[in-house]
């Protein structure tokens, strides 16, 4: 038995589960008139509806133990502080330094990491303000129309779904196209678009080798010496965001153009930092800082609101009381208007890269789930496909709703018929459809009696299937901030309660690894073809291929 499993609050919650399995959340409202008003919580902008979740108040009392035993408050403080939780890479976690207006000093290895942190900030204004007025311009004086950023996982996600995400707030005549996918079809379909005398292209990794944005970087190298622009104008037509300066210079970047990035931001949490490049072109650098200040406006939330009004922490738990007391296997995100349709691929990444461990901070292996599959898309769509699973599943998948209040694009009844449908499908997987009603409602059609029993099973749905709905007024880069830093410390809850390291992140490394190794295969004259024999004859295959 682990040390969590041991936990006196463990046990109480196993116990505890098995008693609220019998009960069905119609009974959990009819039995409570004031529970959808005492269960919701709200922050930065953003209203948490979790009335609609199989608990009770003693649930909430024990989750909040089980907080206490696992030492989740100390954990959230040593975060903030800039201990280097990060044990496995001896490093501190502090991406919520990037969005912090605090000029308390902030000592991460002897250096004061907030004066980096506001030069940097300073130095991505300038450059935004030249790119957006036309001073700074291409080599043949003409001002940049595109941008392509190439990046992969953190540094690629995170600028691309929030500049999708904010597209009212985009800055008029400036395109961005972002690549990732080392599939050369990626980034030669981008380069269509564009002209190589007004086209900007920002090279994303804190290394500067990884080795799928160090290729598609050179290719659009190539590319663009191809259509003729000279050696010297690499110089106005690619900057990078990286620790690595002397491989930026050595590629041909100006040292001016290096934004700096740090050890103490990891990928799927950098888009605060210099990584967020392409959004503030995209949006304009006033509205990036709105983006800090709401994710800031969350911390402070997170640091300081009591359990049962904390969105992180409530969210956080209850995932927890899914995952280790439901068997729940997967978490879906339903986002409920257009612009967010990118949302749950960015928090897919966040959760299961941080969370996707199986060994606790002691090295030991666990005796407990972790790291559920998150997955999602447009609510309205996916209403006319997967919804059907969670409606009539064996399983539990809880789910979140998001809604704004108010669209972008205000036409005649369509946001009140989307907010119909998202307050419908929370409704149907709270309350379901019995038997007696799937009858009635066949009777109440003139169906034959013999027609009704055979059919009524078929259209029973049980509900009591859990959901959180996320709402805020509008979607803008302060609410989007918000949502974003509320899922990152979402995540970070879960991980301090499972005793792991959201942090590091070796299964990613782990394929990068062997994916260098067989490429060597692949390429040469001489491959040593010494991996498993289903790799060697994959890689004997390749190598027979028709060209």
Known sequence: MSTLTSL???SALAEHAEEIKATHLRTLFADDPQRAERYLAEAAGLQLDFSKNRINDLTLTLLAQLAEESGLTKKVQAMFSGEAINHTENRSVLHTALRSSSSTPLMVEGKDIRQEIAATLVKMEAFVDAVHRGEWRGYTDKPFTDIVSIGIGGSFLGPK???ESLKPYWHKGLRCHYVANVDGTAISEKLKQVDPETTLFIMSSKSFTTQETLTNTLTARDWFLAKGAPDKAIGQHFVAVTSNVPAAVQ?????????????????????????????ALQIGFGQFRQLL????????????????RNLPMLMGLLAVWYTNFFDSASHVI???????????AYI??????????GTNDQGDGVDYHTGPVIWGGEGTNGQHAYHQLLHQGSGIIPADFILPLNSHNPLGRHHAMLAANCFGQTQALMSGKTLEEARRELEQK????????????????????????????KLTPATLGALVALYEHRTFVQGAIWQINSFDQWGVELGKVLGNSILDDLESDTPKLDQDASTARLITIFRKREI
């Open 446 to 473: 003139g169906m034959a009696a013999d027609a009704i029993d055979a059919l009524a099973p078929h259209k029973v749905m049980p509900g009591n299937k859990p959901s959180n709905t996320l709402l805020m007024n």
């Open 293 to 308: 200040e709401g994710a800031e406006k969350m911390d402070q939330h997170f640091q300081s609101a009591p359990l049962e």
């Open 8 to 10: 006196p609050a463990w």
């Open 334 to 344: 339903l986002s409920y208007d257009h612009y967010l349709r990118g949302l749950p």
């Open 348 to 357: 897919q990444q966040l959760d299961m890269e941080s969370n996707g461990k």
């Open 251 to 279: 590629f041909g970047i100006d040292e001016e153009n290096i934004f700096p990035m740090w050890d103490w931001v990891g990928g799927r949490y950098s888009m605060w930092s210099a990584i967020g490049l392409p959004i």
């Open 161 to 163: 779904i929030m500049a």
